[in-house]
């Protein structure tokens, strides 16, 4: 009972955030069949962060998966007083991501999928430009292997 609860305090120290949900559908011999994809974003606001994509028939479920796919890919990021080490620039497929360190109290400058990936790793002050590509799904894996390659 008691491994029971230490395991409900750990999942529960994550933060979720649906970045999108989309409706998808399916031509069939019967007709149309719809089903719903979600991206999720998961983070402990401490250097752990992780994306997932879950699809089901409804979206409760979608996001679920999404929740759970996420907190099994976490990635260990490297926080020195509430910013990152050193500037970094990284790309996944078309995205193309730069993240630079700022000094204490900048805020988090960046938009987009970028700020939330950041905001949920716990990083308090960077700079960061995304470029190249629109796709939410590029971007963020874009921004994770980045962070992901930072050195301590």
């Known amino acids: ?17 649906v970045i999108q949900i ?4 399916k031509k069939t011999s019967g007709g149309n069949t719809i089903s719903f994809a979600a991206l999720v974003v998961v983070g402990d606001m401490k250097g752990q962060v992780g994306v997932g994509y879950g699809k089901a028939r409804d979206v409760s479920t979608a996001i679920a998966k999404g929740i759970g796919s996420a907190k099994k890919s976490l990635v260990k990021v490297p926080i020195n007083n509430g910013t990152i ?3 970094i620039e990284d790309s996944y497929g078309s995205a193309h991501v730069l993240l630079k360190p700022s000094s204490q109290g900048a805020g988090v400058i960046a938009g987009g999928t970028v700020r939330i990936v950041v905001e949920l790793a716990g990083i308090k002050d960077i700079s960061a430009k995304m470029l190249g590509s629109s796709n939410k799904i590029c971007n963020i894996r874009c ?6 390659k930072l050195k301590k």
């Open 85 to 87: 080490s050193h500037e």
């Open 143 to 148: 921004t994770i292997n980045a962070l992901s």
């Open 22 to 25: 989309k409706r998808v559908s």
């Open 1 to 17: 009972m008691r491994d029971n609860n230490n395991q409900r305090e750990r999942d529960n120290e994550f933060v979720e955030r």
